[in-house]
């Protein structure tokens, strides 16, 4: 047998593939994911003086960026790798595309790696409905959707669900895109108009949603689309450079973000000075601060993904995982009988004895010099 085939003990590390989250989501129900998706982060905003958080940290090219999204509790820590690349889908790959781990801070041990790119989507959502339940009019019953990418459905159904949105008025510079979400969702009791432009789609709107992607600083929502007690649930403006929200807008309303260090450099805010005034969801949420005010207040929430999120949906998937007995061991980390002898695990793939570099043959000769 080939020693890398040897069996060997590992630590206890869970997998959740795509196809193990789609079944989760199948069993469950999309209304009770999203259902419980919002207040697993209801609950885990609500310790945020609990966590060592911080801004992700970006690694930005000419065509898009990869990001990394640690954050921590006493008990667990969590990342996510997350990339955004707008022209992907010209490649036919997506925009957004994610993995991550759960581990536990008293040891280290990963105790799960699990796909993110549909569990992001999901996530998004849930954190979008959480904000517009603090801050949307409860009777809003009427939604605008600019931007019918791979977020959209998303979005249009946990408003469905949780929020009570009848309507949604969809807009998309890609026609073909929002053919595509009006067939996903044809089984559905949402209504679903197809508008020619951004501004015939915010008309009549309770609720504002961008959720488009393009590398620019775009302005999707103009100040003459904004009407009064309507809330704006800007996503797609999460990245240096890239916004959605004409700088009147932010200036019409009190402002929501996530969190205000990571916000101030990647979202719509961006585009205002340093001391434009925010308020951070969880201050909401816990009730330290006023979110709606009145009724005809135009509330904007501008969000940007927080670390945050993604550890409560890791927690929340594991749970469900744990649960329903899906998912799969990943035999990610040796376990060792002796933790000091690491050089145990290589088995027998070491000879006995090794004369110098005459035993490398030349392939492997060149990349050792060549410092691979
Ligand atoms: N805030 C968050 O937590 C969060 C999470 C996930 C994704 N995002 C962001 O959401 C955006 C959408 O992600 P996706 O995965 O749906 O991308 P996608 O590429 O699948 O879809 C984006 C859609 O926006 C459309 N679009 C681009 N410019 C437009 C314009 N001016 N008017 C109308 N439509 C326009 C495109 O045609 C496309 O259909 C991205 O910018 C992504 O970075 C944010």
Not at 278 to 306: C, H, I, K, M, N
């Amino acid at each position: 047998m080939h020693p890398l085939n040897t069996p060997a003990r590992h630590l206890p590390t869970a997998f959740l593939s795509p196809q193990h989250v789609a079944e989760i989501v199948h069993t469950r129900g999309l209304p009770a994911i999203f259902q419980g998706l919002v207040e697993t982060l209801r609950a885990d905003f609500l310790r945020w003086p609990e966590f060592d958080k911080s801004a992700r940290v970006a690694s930005h090219s000419a065509k898009g960026v990869i990001e990394l999204m640690p954050i921590a509790d006493a008990s667990t820590y969590s990342f996510k790798y997350v990339n955004g690349h707008p022209g992907n889908t010209r490649q036919g790959l997506s925009t957004v595309m994610a993995f991550g781990v759960l581990a536990d801070v008293d040891t280290g041990i990963p105790l799960l790696v699990s796909e993110l790119t549909l569990t992001t989507a999901l996530r998004t959502a849930a954190t979008s409905v959480m904000a517009a339940q603090a801050l949307a009019r409860p009777e809003s019953r009427v939604m605008a959707l600019i931007g019918n990418g791979a977020q959209s459905e998303f979005q249009a159904l946990a408003f469905h669900y949780l929020m009570g949105i009848e309507e949604i008025r969809l807009f998309d510079v890609d026609a073909a895109a929002t053919e595509k979400l009006m067939r996903n969702l044809q089984g559905t009791s949402l209504r679903l108009v197809q508008c020619a432009s951004a501004l015939e789609a915010a008309r009549g709107a309770d609720i504002l949603t961008t959720v488009t992607a393009d590398k620019a600083l775009a302005t999707i929502v103009t100040p003459d689309m904004v009407t009064p007690g309507m809330h704006i649930n800007g996503v797609g403006g999460d990245c240096p450079g890239k916004t959605e929200l004409h700088p009147e807008v932010l200036r019409r309303g009190p402002v929501f973000v996530e969190y205000a260090p990571q916000s101030r450099v990647e979202g719509d805010v961006q585009q205002m000075p340093a001391d434009f005034p925010v308020t951070e969801l969880w201050q909401v949420l816990s009730g330290a601060a006023a979110g709606r005010t009145s009724a005809d207040q135009v509330t904007v929430f501008d969000s940007v993904g927080f670390a945050l999120e993604d550890y409560s949906a890791l927690r929340f998937m594991r749970a469900q995982a744990l649960a329903l007995g899906m998912g799969e061991p990943l035999p990610l980390i040796p376990a060792l009988a002796d933790p000091k002898n690491l050089f145990s695990a290589l088995g027998n793939a070491v000879p006995q004895r090794v004369e110098g570099v005459q035993a490398l043959d030349s392939a492997a000769r060149s990349v050792a010099y060549s410092g691979a």
